[in-house]
């Protein structure tokens, strides 16, 4: 790698790192790092920041170049892209490990020294409370808080897109390669073009912020009523429209230059989009016009992702490519990329978005060490495991009031002839996966034939808009029967790129056949994912189709879940009709409002109580971090505000609210499905 590149050299180790005896004359040290993206601060530090800044917090663990542990802050945390320092994911990872923050060698955080000091400065001009503006003392502080203890190793700044390259380079197991990553903005750059030969990096192009392909994106869904974090839904939204209606539009916004560059327009405003569309607010019907608008916006960015790619394929001679980032999340994109054989093979980093940067800054510094290569990544289960099977019991034990569980062990043919009869199933088993996709481990099924589980699970469920989509999971050996690739194309195990559905299955597998004939497919490995292989399996035995329908056990308003109670929590407030956890298949009771007047309530910490006197009065509960409002009627506010940690009834008691039971329970639930409360067994 080119000195111009390097943010550090690696220096001398720890004299007092952990080491073991590999043989009577020799002595082996066991090197960690620990990968950190997200802000510097705590989420109890009462700093006020830009958010876009930071984003997707997480830690990752690193020992000697192989990963230990990888966890997103929000799974912990329960705050949906928390942006706050990983406290929970850090002590989650060492605890993973059975090691302290004082057994780490380096700490590598996901942005550059002169980045994170800028913008640290920039927070202390609007906060006099905060006087602190050397990331180091920072991260510092925030570790030892966090962990009990002081951090006096290492601490690497690796500038953020460098993070993005070698999570793609490191991970796709290839000594030469092209690296293209993209964005919205990371430090000062929106995405970087490397040229990788036997494992040296040549950096080729910079892009600067002004030409963010993220960026351009993300304001342009603006005018059909989505925002940040909702590039995903406009994807799948392109696929119902014609892009000749507003190429013109589009084609007007940027423009494509020599030698693989772009430049996107800066100097226009809303007026040029209003000429020519008329745009939709968030919570209006979506019309064709919308749709076409999402297939033009879809068009303009391949043409522009596409035109640099084909001339760095061609000015390189590479014939892999390795993508990361939040744009290289666009399935549609990269499933062209795959089967159009630009490239011989493509490898898209699972976790592209910035908990990735957590990953890529561990590994750009393990890099420098010159520890040993990385083979490619074949599976992201490297979170938080579920715990044995007795204390699963015990768990699911407490919730008895709504739940009735009997144990199944490893043999889920029961499991498969509830999918094959319709039922909609929580499924959870083993590690957590990384990254923005469920893989199989905190997933919700459904079987892939039932075109009626969609609407089902996009409307009652997830909550979602039915025009999008569901992913299917199928056997790895199974893939080229019901999807048509190239044959060197064996495995698909992460979700990241589409795949046309052979016609003559199209009609068959109504539940993940999007309106263009396409799937986000996912292969199911025996070997990596034994227990959601023998599921499909059993399905598949049933049905004939080894495949299921798959899509991330969590509803609107959450993260992914992590543990049991999250699990419980998601199948007890949804629509959900069965749950299989570790090795128990749970189900409701008849009745699962009238228990929770006997459970414990709390307000979630992101939210707060709030009222006005009038006239009219009003009572809300408002998010702390977004500009988010919730009604709510005078009853719930003072059931909330009681002090204490009573139950429902013994707040309701105390207050006065005996008499609104039938209504505070159906509002509770209400708010518990949205997230604003927690409920829980007392």
């Known amino acids: 790698m080119g000195a111009y590149l390097l943010l550090r050299h690696w220096d001398s180790l720890q004299d007092d790192r952990p080491c073991y005896p590999a043989s009577p004359a020799t002595t082996v040290c066991t090197l960690y790092i620990l990968g950190i993206s997200g802000s510097p601060f705590l989420a109890q530090d009462p700093v006020s920041f830009d958010q876009s800044w930071w984003h997707d917090s997480a830690a990752v663990l690193l020992k000697d170049g192989a990963i230990v542990a990888a966890i997103e802050e929000e799974r912990l945390s329960r705050d949906k892209h928390t942006s706050r320092f990983p406290q929970r994911a850090v002590v989650a990872c060492l605890a993973e490990a059975g090691i302290g923050i004082g057994d780490v060698d380096c700490v590598s955080y996901y942005t550059g020294e002169r980045h994170a000091r800028g913008a640290l400065t920039a927070v202390s001009m609007a906060n006099p409370r905060m006087v602190d503006t050397d990331p180091t003392?920072?991260?510092?502080?925030?570790?030892?808080?966090?962990?009990?203890?002081?951090?006096?190793?290492?601490?690497?700044?690796?500038?953020?897109?460098?993070?993005?390259?070698?999570?793609?380079?490191?991970?796709?197991?290839?000594?030469?390669?092209?690296?293209?990553?993209?964005?919205?903005?990371?430090?000062?750059?929106?995405?970087?073009?490397?040229?990788?030969?036997?494992?040296?990096?040549?950096?080729?192009?910079?892009?600067?912020?002004?030409?963010?392909?993220?960026?351009?994106?993300?304001?342009?869904?603006?005018?059909?009523?989505?925002?940040?974090f909702e590039e995903y839904k406009v994807m799948s939204l392109a696929s119902y429209g014609d892009p000749a209606t507003y190429r013109k539009l589009f084609q007007g916004l940027y423009r494509l230059l020599p030698e693989g560059r772009f430049s996107i327009e800066q100097n226009w405003d809303s007026t040029v989009v209003y000429d020519h569309f008329q745009p939709r607010r968030r919570h209006e019907p979506i019309t064709r016009k919308d749709m076409d608008y999402a297939a033009a916006l879809q068009e303009a960015l391949e043409d522009m992702a596409g035109h640099l790619l084909a001339h760095y394929r061609q000015r390189t001679g590479q014939r892999r490519l390795a993508m990361a980032g939040g744009v290289a999340l666009n399935c549609a994109m990269t499933g062209k990329l795959l089967v159009r054989g630009v490239f011989d093979e493509v490898f898209v980093q699972p976790a592209s978005n910035d908990a990735g940067c957590a990953l890529g800054a561990a590994l750009y510094t393990a890099a420098q060490g010159s520890l040993p290569a990385t083979p490619q990544m074949e599976h992201c289960y490297w979170g938080p495991a579920l715990p044995p099977t007795d204390e699963v019991e015990r768990i699911v034990g407490r919730w008895q009031d709504v739940v009735t569980a009997r144990r199944i062990g490893d043999s889920f043919d029961e499991a498969a002839g509830l999918l094959e009869g319709g039922a909609i199933m929580g499924w959870a088993q083993g590690r957590m996966e990384f990254g923005p996709r469920a893989l199989g481990n905190r997933s919700i099924v459904a079987d892939s034939r039932f075109a009626s589980a969609t609407k089902r699970i996009n409307s009652v469920i997830k909550k979602r808009d039915n025009f999008q989509p569901f992913a299917p999971s199928v056997l790895e050996e199974e893939l080229h029967t019901f999807f048509e690739l190239p044959a060197h194309v064996r495995t698909l195990p992460f979700m990241v790129f589409t795949a046309n559905v052979r016609p003559e299955w199209r009609d068959k597998l109504g539940a993940i056949t999007h309106v263009d004939g396409t799937a986000r497919v996912q292969t199911v490995s025996k070997r990596h994912n034994p227990r959601y292989w023998s599921l499909i399996r059993a399905l598949g035995d049933r049905t004939g189709v080894p495949m299921v329908l798959n899509t991330s056990f969590n509803n609107q308003a959450e993260p992914i879940v992590s543990s049991v109670e999250d699990a419980l929590a998601c199948f007890v407030s949804t629509d959900l009709d069965h749950l299989v956890v570790g090795d128990f298949l749970v189900s409701k009771r008849a009745d699962t409002l009238e228990p929770l007047w006997n459970w414990k309530v709390a307000l979630r910490p992101v939210f707060q109580l709030w009222h006005r006197p009038g006239p009219p009065p009003a009572w809300e509960i408002r998010q702390t971090s977004f500009p988010t409002v919730r009604p709510i009627s005078a009853e719930a506010y003072r059931l909330l505000a009681a002090p204490g940690d009573g139950t429902v009834a013994e707040r309701a008691a105390a207050n006065g609210l005996v008499a609104h039971k039938a209504a505070l329970l159906e509002e509770l639930m209400a708010l518990w499905n949205s997230r604003i409360v927690g409920l829980s067994p007392a």
């Open 137 to 228: 003392s920072v991260l510092r502080d925030s570790l030892a808080r966090s962990t009990g203890t002081a951090y006096r190793g290492r601490l690497d700044l690796v500038k953020h897109h460098l993070a993005h390259v070698a999570s793609a380079h490191h991970l796709s197991g290839w000594s030469d390669c092209l690296v293209f990553t993209t964005d919205g903005r990371g430090d000062q750059e929106s995405g970087m073009v490397i040229d990788v030969r036997g494992n040296r990096w040549e950096s080729l192009l910079d892009l600067p912020i002004a030409d963010s392909l993220g960026m351009f994106y993300e304001r342009m869904i603006r005018f059909i009523g989505y925002g940040s």
